[in-house]
């Protein structure tokens, strides 16, 4: 028989799987979405991918023989990511690994790296390039295809508890977001690994991993194909952080519609769980 959401939340996420949650930042959560889902989603990227909008860029070099690319805030437009979004698990999950009253859509992110993709996806935070501040934050990749370990995400366990780390551009480092030296470089991770506790997981259809927006993740090139979607949600204590740069992705006009520390009660970030109604199944 077929489990209800419900049903499925309470068997995947144990308090177990929320203590990792909150103590490494990152955890891997395995076969949580039906191929139906998945089968939705893979519609929408193929959409995306024909269609991509005025956010997309491309973030591998010329000389790359594989491809990887990139979009953003979509889900107002790719009807597959906006029903993906609303009746799928993801929103449940988030709500019971943050143990929030709310849960809010920040912004989708789509990441494909082509066959034969060198270009790495260097050690980063992501909060620091948003316009948000406050932890109650999750965000999940979830994969269309199978990722193997050199190809999957990597994390620093317990990197969420911070400190914020300078965010740069992935391909020539510079500090485009906060002005050089206001944040501290990242250590030199990769030239030695064995001094950090990393976590990774192979992936299927059907997987995911979730982890906070400050945790230090990176992944490989691909040599087979690597279609990804990212989900990122936020709860009770996000605020408005407006900056006085772009932030990726941009929210172009929001700092006149929403003042500094506001709550995000707009549009722009509709609420997808509350624990008074649960998960709305349209947005």
Known sequence: ??????????????????????????????????????????????????????????????????????????????????????????????????????VRLHHDHLLVKEPGTRQRTPWHQDQPYYNIEGSDNVSMWIPVDPVPLESTLEFVAGSHLGPWLMPRTFMDKEAKWFPEGSLADLPDIEANRDAFPIRHWALEPGDMVCFRMLTLHASGGAQNRRRAFSIRFVGD?????????????????????LPDGAPLAHSLFPVVWSQRDGQVSAI
Not at 24 to 29: L, M, P
Not at 76 to 92: G, L, Q, T, V
Not at 246 to 253: A, D, I, Q, R, V
């Open 1 to 102: 028989m077929t489990m209800s959401i419900r049903e499925r939340v309470a068997q995947a996420v144990t308090p177990e799987l929320i203590d990792a949650f909150r103590t490494e930042g990152a955890v891997c959560i395995k076969g949580i979405f039906s191929p139906d889902e998945i089968a939705t989603l893979k519609g929408g990227i193929d959409d995306n991918l024909a269609h991509p909008s005025v956010r997309s860029k491309v973030a591998s070099r010329p000389d790359d023989p594989g491809w990887f690319f990139e979009d953003f805030c979509n889900w107002r437009h790719n009807d597959a990511y906006r029903d993906f979004i609303a009746r799928s698990p993801a929103p449940s999950v988030a709500a019971a690994l943050m143990g929030v009253d709310t």
């Open 237 to 257: 204590d996000i605020r408005h952080a407006p900056r006085r740069w772009k932030t990726s992705p941009e929210f172009p006009g929001l700092a006149d519609e």
